[in-house]
């Protein structure tokens, strides 16, 4: 299955600032996915990316809060902008591993705003 | 939309049996997948059912039933370390566009000694 390098792993950041997290798959991918774990919670897709167009974002969730680029078939970006306490979270990068071994996830990104 | 239920917790001892339910409603149905989270970690794939039928890896087993939108994963002689989350995820057909996976509240299970 596809390996995912997913960084920074955990950050503390001032509310009103902005945080860029990036994953690296170690192939080509068409489709990439973002999803949000609340404490306690379970995942909550965010938007699905796919190269060359702009991301889909699910019910809930905003282009201007949670740009992401793809700009190839190995790499995005989120960016959670304008961040407010209500953002910390772990954020999450999957990707569709071939031969239905299920999708694979980054390590996750622990964000706590302050 | 996806509507995604399974239980909140379960306790069980260890060497026993647990079962855990979900049901969905989706409309376009691409298979249905089980992940196990450990706290602090991110989820693991467990199993992957997409016809009706039971599947059986080790002491995991995952049972499918499309027309009636159920599935249930099954944990057989419960060791400590399977204390964990486990997520039930449906797989939906986007057409062109690919796969979406939506998930479940998840299932925290607790392995008492």
């Known amino acids: 299955s596809a390996v995912i390098s997913q960084k920074p792993s955990r950050d503390i950041c001032q509310r009103g600032t902005s945080l860029t997290i990036q994953c690296q798959v170690d192939?080509?991918?068409?489709?990439m996915f973002w999803y949000r774990q609340q404490p306690g919670q379970s995942l909550t897709l965010i938007a699905t990316a796919n190269q060359g167009s702009e991301a889909t974002y699910e019910s809930g969730f905003v282009i201007d809060k949670f740009p992401i680029s793809r700009p190839n078939l190995t790499f995005s970006t989120l960016t959670v902008s304008n961040m407010s306490p209500e953002d910390s979270s772990i954020y999450l990068c999957?990707?569709?591993?071939?031969?239905?071994?299920?999708?694979?996830f980054g390590s996750g990104t622990r964000l706590t705003v302050v | 939309g996806q509507n995604i239920d399974q239980p909140t917790e379960m306790t069980a001892t260890e060497g026993a049996i647990v079962q855990i339910n979900c049901t969905y409603q989706?409309?376009?149905?691409?298979?249905l997948f089980w992940y196990q989270q450990h706290a602090g970690e991110a989820p693991t794939f467990l199993s992957y059912n997409v016809l009706d039928g039971l599947e059986e890896k080790g002491r995991f087993s995952s049972f499918l039933s499309r027309s009636k939108g159920y599935s249930y994963l099954l944990l057989k002689e419960l060791q400590m370390k399977d204390s964990a989350s486990y997520l039930c995820a449906v797989r939906d057909r986007l057409g062109a566009a690919g796969n979406k996976l939506t998930f479940g509240g998840g299932t925290r299970v607790l392995v008492k000694p």
């Open positions: 192939s080509q991918v068409t489709m």
């Open positions: 989706t409309s376009g149905f691409n298979g």
């Open positions: 999957s990707v569709d591993s071939p031969g239905n071994f299920g999708y694979t």
